[in-house]
């Protein structure tokens, strides 16, 4: 199972060499097996990549991710058509009914709203915490009474403070939460695709102009992992630095539950589009969702 996280900051040359990753900077060389990689960030704008590597990246469907000039994640690598049957996989995608997607985004804003009241249970906010949780119970098929909303509404303030707003560019706090969504989007948008699913076909989000529509249905229950790192670790006027990108793209590696077993988050992620795949071919009518539990690197007994 992959499990190294590759981040490139400085200027190097990225190539394929006897199916291992040749990193090449003016000072040294390395080798990295692609079977152990799960996803590469590069940062460096002066960094150069082959083709050759390129494809094998996406035959191994490793996530590689792409900074823009303010050093934010702004494209993922995603393997094309790396399923069998990528066709059948996406015309029973296609034949999903109103009536199961709706009750699909049902699972996944109860799952997002439990997480968020275990996210303040952990950062030692009890009484909001409980509030979302009867609220996670009460939500309804296609969540038509708009509980997602209300519980951002409590959520947000409850956990960074009542001056906190979501997207305001001078607390450092949203550029953590960015880039930390931005890198479990990818990984969402690289299972997806690994599974023969067209990512820009939603469930609840049918944005024209977004190519991941169905990732950012899928993200939803995983964020909170990032928002209890950030809520834990940072402060409006911490900035986000190489080490805390490193540790945002390591959270990755981080303990999540699925049905009472702990597994990586990629992983989870990987299990999560899973259970859709089987939903699709009507082998199952439950998600397997993510419950969000303390923060603690992922270990393999």
Same mark, same amino acid.
């Given at each position: 199972?992959?499990?190294?996280?590759?981040?490139?900051?400085?200027?190097?040359?990225?190539?394929?060499?006897?199916?291992?990753?040749?990193?090449?900077?003016?000072?040294?060389?390395?080798?990295?097996?692609?079977?152990?990689?799960?996803?590469?960030?590069?940062?460096? $704008?002066?960094?150069?990549?082959?083709? =050759?590597?390129?494809? &094998?990246? @996406?035959?191994?469907?490793? *996530? #590689? +991710?792409?900074?823009?000039?303010?050093?934010?994640?702004?494209?993922?690598?995603?393997?094309?058509?790396?399923?069998?049957?990528?066709?059948?996989?996406?015309?029973?995608?296609?034949?999903?009914?109103?009536?199961?997607?709706?009750?699909?985004?049902?699972?996944?804003?109860?799952?997002?709203?439990?997480?968020?009241?275990?996210c303040l249970l952990l950062c030692g906010e009890q009484a909001v915490s409980h509030e979302l949780a009867t609220m996670a119970?009460?939500? $309804?098929?296609?969540?038509?009474?708009? =509980?997602?909303?209300? &519980?951002? @509404?409590?959520?947000?303030? *409850? #956990? +960074?403070?009542?001056?906190?707003?979501?997207?305001?560019?001078?607390?450092?706090?949203?550029?953590?939460?960015?880039?930390?969504?931005?890198?479990?989007?990818?990984c969402v948008a690289r299972s997806l695709a690994v599974y023969g699913f067209l990512p820009m076909i939603g469930l609840q989000?049918?944005?024209?102009?977004?190519?991941?529509?169905?990732?950012?249905?899928?993200?939803?229950?995983?964020?909170?992992?990032?928002?209890?790192?950030?809520?834990?670790?940072?402060?409006?006027?911490?900035?986000?630095? =190489?080490?805390?990108?490193?540790?945002?793209?390591?959270?990755?590696?981080?303990?999540?539950?699925?049905?009472?077993?702990?597994?990586?988050?990629?992983?989870?992620?990987?299990?999560?589009?899973?259970?859709?795949?089987?939903?699709?071919?009507?082998?199952?009518?439950?998600?397997?969702?993510?419950?969000?539990?303390?923060?603690?690197?992922?270990?393999?007994?």
């Amino acid at each position: 199972m992959p499990y190294r996280n590759i981040i490139i900051q400085n200027e190097a040359a990225l190539s394929l060499k006897n199916k291992q990753i040749r990193i090449k900077t003016d000072t040294k060389e390395a080798t990295i097996p692609i079977e152990d990689v799960d996803t590469i960030l590069i940062e460096s $704008r002066q960094t150069t990549i082959s083709t =050759s590597l390129l494809s &094998a990246l @996406a035959g191994d469907g490793v *996530a #590689l +991710f792409v900074c823009d000039e303010f050093h934010l994640p702004c494209a993922v690598l995603t393997p094309f058509a790396q399923h069998s049957r990528h066709s059948e996989v996406a015309g029973k995608q296609l034949a999903l009914g109103i009536s199961t997607k709706k009750q699909l985004w049902k699972q996944i804003v109860s799952a997002k709203i439990n997480n968020q009241s275990k996210c303040l249970l952990l950062c030692g906010e009890q009484a909001v915490s409980h509030e979302l949780a009867t609220m996670a119970k009460n939500v $309804r098929s296609g969540d038509a009474g708009h =509980s997602e909303g209300y &519980a951002a @509404a409590k959520y947000f303030p *409850a #956990l +960074f403070g009542k001056g906190f707003i979501r997207g305001k560019t001078d607390d450092c706090r949203n550029a953590w939460l960015n880039y930390g969504y931005a890198i479990v989007r990818g990984c969402v948008a690289r299972s997806l695709a690994v599974y023969g699913f067209l990512p820009m076909i939603g469930l609840q989000h049918h944005s024209a102009l977004n190519q991941f529509n169905l990732a950012d249905d899928f993200i939803e229950p995983y964020r909170q992992i990032v928002d209890v790192f950030t809520a834990k670790y940072a402060t409006c006027d911490d900035a986000l630095t =190489s080490d805390i990108k490193n540790q945002l793209v390591n959270l990755i590696n981080y303990d999540i539950a699925l049905q009472d077993k702990r597994y990586t988050l990629s992983r989870a992620i990987e299990l999560t589009i899973q259970s859709f795949s089987a939903i699709c071919s009507g082998r199952a009518k439950t998600l397997l969702l993510p419950e969000l539990v303390e923060l603690k690197m992922h270990t393999y007994e």
